[in-house]
């Protein structure tokens, strides 16, 4: 979700859960947008200058093949 465009300044987000039954939470929070986030490419993992899906889901991935105790 590209943010940028919006005008800076406190901005209301819902957030809605679905779970496999069905079953659904729904949040409201205030989100500050002030400034653009900084890039770390630290977290850039394919180095293509933009910290995306692709890097979350790579990291998630590794996460969940670690066993259960660490």
Known sequence: MKI???PRGVKKVTLTAVDSHGNKATRQFDLTYDKKPEYDSLFDLNND???DNTDV???????????LGR
Do not use: E
């Open 4 to 6: 940028s465009p919006l």
């Open 49 to 51: 200058g933009v910290i």
């Open 57 to 67: 889901q790579y990291v998630a991935d590794k996460v969940a093949a670690l066993p």
